[in-house]
């Protein structure tokens, strides 16, 4: 018994540690510009994570409340819909990107377009 208490706290701890890890490299690599719906999201799953990890019978409790068979299968049902929420949240993030690039590069030809006195003026000497 005590070397599946002793083995149940080393898989714990090091669970905890690689979720603990992965949610401060998410928030050191994306900086002051991530939205703050994704930081909610990944922290509310980060404490939901280390919850589960440390209380697998109060997750097991939790499933059975809310209608779930099993607390692992709680855990992935949370993970598939935080999952989602952040491709949801990086789609919307992509295309606002690709309208400010799109409007730039518009910008940026207009700009450094040649008038139209330039061109005539210039193709009037080639021909």
Known sequence: MVGVVGSTLVIQILLILGILGITFWLFRTRGARQLAVRRLLIMG???????????PRLLTRLAHLVG?????????????????????L??????????????????????EAE????????TDRSA
């Open 115 to 122: 008038s139209p006195q330039a061109y005539r003026e210039r």
């Open 45 to 55: 799953f980060a404490v939901f994570a280390v919850a589960a990890v440390a209380f």
């Open 68 to 88: 779930v068979g099993r607390g692992a299968d709680l855990l992935l049902y949370a993970t598939v819909i935080v999952l989602l929420g952040l491709i949801a």
């Open 90 to 111: 990086q789609e919307v993030r992509a295309k606002n990107e690709e309208k400010r690039i799109t409007h730039l590069a518009r910008r940026i030809a207009l700009d």
